[in-house]
């Protein structure tokens, strides 16, 4: 069964880099492309961007400038990286398993339950 | 991007009753929309996958329908446990977009 976990800081300051990881275990990350989601508080939920266990990813149009998602070489994590953070990036940051490589099975299962980053001085 | 609009943003229920909650996309989005449950600290889960396919495990009570642009979702004798927030999402386009999601509340 595959279970995601998203860990890391839950505070960084205005204009440095959101830097979080998802740990996956229970199975591979071969053949499916990863996502990373965010719900502001108050907000609806934003998909950030995925990324393709071959390394190759796509990110939303509105965050293409700051985004990079990479794949540790062990495949058994990704990360997500944030530049330039201000307040409105302050949300719970999820990640998940997205659809096939083949573009089949286009939702998202599993979450994790996410982590609450929040972007203060 | 695709806009999806959910409504209503919330709704109160009692148990037994039947719940539907809408879901509009601003363009066509084929059969890539899918039904999550979301309860507070825990994981979002899929319920409904393809506009209509239960996810395993999931209850029958829930059913989603729908084409095209317009869709919804509806839960037949609502269960203590369904007290959660339900959004939708579409995949049709790799800019993957949701609705805002509905609190179904205890009235």
């Known amino acids: 069964q595959v279970q995601l976990h998203e860990s890391g800081p839950g505070l960084v300051k205005p204009s440095e880099t959101l830097s979080l990881t998802c740990n996956v275990s229970?199975?591979?990350?071969?053949?499916?492309?990863w996502s990373w989601i965010r719900q502001s508080p108050g907000k609806g939920l934003e998909w950030i961007g995925y990324?393709?266990?071959?390394?190759?990813?796509n990110y939303n149009p509105s965050l293409e400038s700051r985004v990079t998602i990479s794949l540790d070489t062990a495949m058994t994590q990704f990360s997500l990286k944030l530049t330039s953070v201000t307040t409105a990036d302050t949300a719970i940051y999820y990640c998940?398993?997205?659809?096939?490589?083949?573009?089949?099975?286009?939702?998202?299962?599993?979450w994790g339950q996410g982590t609450l980053v929040t972007v203060s001085s | 991007d695709i806009r999806m609009t959910q409504s209503p943003t919330s709704l109160s229920a009692i148990v037994g009753d039947r719940v539907t909650i809408t879901c509009r996309a601003s363009?066509?989005?084929?059969?890539?929309l899918n039904w999550y449950q979301h309860k507070p600290g825990t994981a979002p889960k899929v319920l409904i996958y393809?506009?209509?396919i239960l996810r395993s495990g999931v209850p029958s009570r829930f059913r989603g329908s729908g084409s095209g642009t317009d869709f919804t979702l509806t839960i037949s004798n609502l269960q203590p446990e369904d007290f959660a927030t339900y959004f939708c999402?579409?995949?049709?386009?790799?800019?993957?977009?949701f609705g805002q999601g509905t609190k179904v509340e205890i009235k």
């Open positions: 998940a398993r997205d659809q096939r490589q083949d573009w089949s099975d286009r939702w998202l299962d599993p």
């Open positions: 229970g199975a591979s990350m071969t053949g499916y492309y």
């Open positions: 990324i393709l266990y071959s390394g190759a990813t």
């Open positions: 363009q066509q989005v084929g059969k890539y």
């Open positions: 393809d506009v209509s």
């Open positions: 999402q579409q995949s049709y386009s790799s800019t993957r977009t």
